[in-house]
Structures are given as structure tokens and as C-alpha cells.
């Protein structure tokens, strides 16, 4: 899923292209891709983008007489840009974004349909689509540690909820976790003041670095490739592969097809988390620290 380093990158390379430009028509292939009906989709045609946001990981394209379109990428979903009048792709294509100088196609891969766009009108019925998530740049430590506390979860599913903390999914609390050196499955209620304090930093910390990376990637062009997984990631996506602060293999933990990845020497005191599905089926033989692995 395309989080915030992700949505900045594409707000940052649609701005010169869309900005002071009119929606000069808007093509819907995909009947589940809106959710919206009044006003009509139409009503969004002709009218100039004044501006462009985010709210958590949605983007907002904000129109003429207060209309905002709202786009939220989900887990599959991405933006292309085009020349003009760019066919919408029969597989994957969702919808088509036509202006002036170009074409954008917000496709979706995958068979399953997640990806929405709202069409609202003024600011009250926009902000009625923010989930609630803080935003962490401008958090007080008391703000963070309310938002994170709000429910009592694991780190790792605390951080990724965006009615309490906004624009950060799995891939970047894993690396968040890894430069705070806490454990993905430690409980947010158990942390001291001091894990707090550094939890907060590395979240400031990885999102900064890494929307730096994916704005300065983009260059003048536009983000083509956007993928949960880089290869300057420390443990996202690097099962098996040695830690970049000590060396250890980077482990893995597979739950409903989502994976969390994390170092055991770094985060967790040299245990080796147990995976629901492999730690059943080999028991005993399943390793509990690094040194048996």
C-alpha cells in the first residue's frame, strides 16, 4: 500500500501537471471505484484543481466552488501519467483523470477491488472522510502517546491504524520499529516513557528520510514504480538477509497473507518471534532465539 512517503511523492510530481489546470473530462471504468452519487461525477468536469492534499493516505484533489475529489489508493491501486486522451487499460484501468497537457489513469492490479474516489462538496463533507489519524510531524510527545494508546494493540498494528496515527501502513512500521529498536509484537501499553520518546523519533526520523528518497527518485518525472519494497529498506521486505546495524539474519512473521519483518538481534533481545502458521507445524523444533536459528 502506497504510504506517506509514497502519496507525498505523487502530490509533489501531479502539482505542476494538474495545479491551476480544468478537469477537462474524467472517464469511470469501474462501477465499485466510486462511492459517491450527489453530486454527480460529471459535475466535476470543467472545473480548475485549486489544490492538492493528502488526508492520511488519501489524496485530495480540491476543485473550483469546493468540490474535492478524493482518491484512496488502497493496497493495489496506483497513478499513471499519459499523453492526453489516454485509453483506460481493459485489466487493471479504473479510471481516467483528463487534462490539458495529459492524461492520469488510476489502475488497480489484482482481482480484488478496493481502490475509491469520493466526489464531496465543501470542507465539512471532506473532512468527513479523514479517519482521524494524527499527523506525526506535528505531534506533541503527549499527543503520540495518546494517539498510540488509544486501544491496546501491538506496536505494530498501533502504529498502522489511521483513526490514531496517519499515512503509516505495515512496510513503513517495520522500519520505524527497527530504527526504535522495539519489538513488532510488544503491546503499546507497555512501553516506558524513554520507548515513547524514541518511537516517536525514529517515526519522524524514517518518514522524513524516506519521503526525501521517493520525492528526489521522482525527479521531474512521475512515481512509475511505487512498491512497498526498496532496496535502502532495512527489514522490510529483507527475510534472510543480514541486518544493516548487526549483522543478523532479518526474520519474518507470515499472519493473514501480511508480513511483518523485524531483527531479532536489534529488537528483540535475540528471540525469534513466533510465526502463527510455521511455529505450530514444527513445535518444538521451532528456534527461540537467534543463536538456535
Same mark, same amino acid.
Given at each position: 500500500m502506497p504510504e506517506l512517503p509514497e502519496i507525498a511523492a505523487y502530490i509533489t510530481a501531479l502539482g505542476p501537471r494538474v495545479v491551476d489546470k480544468p478537469l477537462t473530462g474524467l472517464r469511470v471504468a469501474s462501477f465499485s471505484l466510486l462511492k459517491t452519487y450527489d453530486p454527480p461525477i460529471e459535475a466535476a468536469i470543467g472545473k480548475k484543481v485549486s489544490s492538492l492534499s493528502r488526508i492520511g493516505k488519501r489524496i485530495v484533489f480540491s476543485l473550483e466552488d469546493s468540490f474535492h475529489l478524493v482518491v484512496h489508493l488502497m493496497v493495489a491501486g496506483r497513478f499513471h501519467w499519459h499523453p492526453p486522451a489516454k485509453p483506460i487499460p481493459k485489466k487493471y484501468g479504473l479510471a481516467a483523470f483528463d487534462f490539458p497537457e495529459g492524461t492520469l489513469l488510476l489502475t488497480e492490479a489484482g482481482t480484488k477491488r478496493?481502490?475509491?474516489?469520493?466526489?464531496?462538496v465543501g470542507d465539512s463533507a471532506l473532512a468527513d472522510l479523514d479517519p482521524g489519524g494524527i499527523e506525526i510531524a506535528e505531534a506533541s510527545i503527549n499527543e503520540f502517546k495518546a494517539a498510540l494508546q488509544a486501544e491496546r494493540h501491538t506496536l505494530k498494528r498501533a502504529l498502522s491504524d489511521a483513526r490514531f496515527i496517519s499515512g503509516i501502513g505495515g512496510a513503513f512500521a517495520d522500519e520505524i520499529l527497527h530504527a526504535a529498536r522495539l519489538s513488532p509484537l510488544q503491546m503499546n501499553t507497555n512501553l516506558s516513557d524513554d520507548e515513547i520518546e524514541r518511537l516517536l523519533?525514529?517515526?519522524? $526520523?524514517?518518514? !522524513?528520510?524516506?519521503? #526525501?528518497?521517493?520525492?528526489? $527518485?521522482?525527479? !521531474?518525472?512521475?512515481? #512509475?514504480?511505487?512498491?512497498?519494497?526498496?532496496?535502502?529498506m532495512a527489514v522490510h521486505g529483507k527475510y534472510g538477509e543480514p541486518c544493516p546495524v548487526c549483522g543478523a539474519p532479518v526474520q519474518r512473521i507470515v499472519y493473514s497473507s501480511r508480513e511483518t519483518n523485524y531483527c531479532a538481534s536489534c529488537q528483540t533481545d535475540g528471540r525469534v518471534l513466533a510465526d502463527r502458521s510455521l511455529s505450530r507445524l514444527l513445535k518444538d523444533d521451532w528456534p527461540s532465539n537467534i543463536d538456535e536459528l
Open positions: 478496493r481502490a475509491s474516489l469520493h466526489l464531496v523519533a525514529a517515526a519522524n $526520523e524514517v518518514i !522524513d528520510h524516506w519521503t #526525501e528518497i521517493r520525492v528526489t $527518485e521522482t525527479g !521531474d518525472g512521475f512515481p #512509475e514504480k511505487v512498491t512497498a519494497f526498496h532496496p535502502q
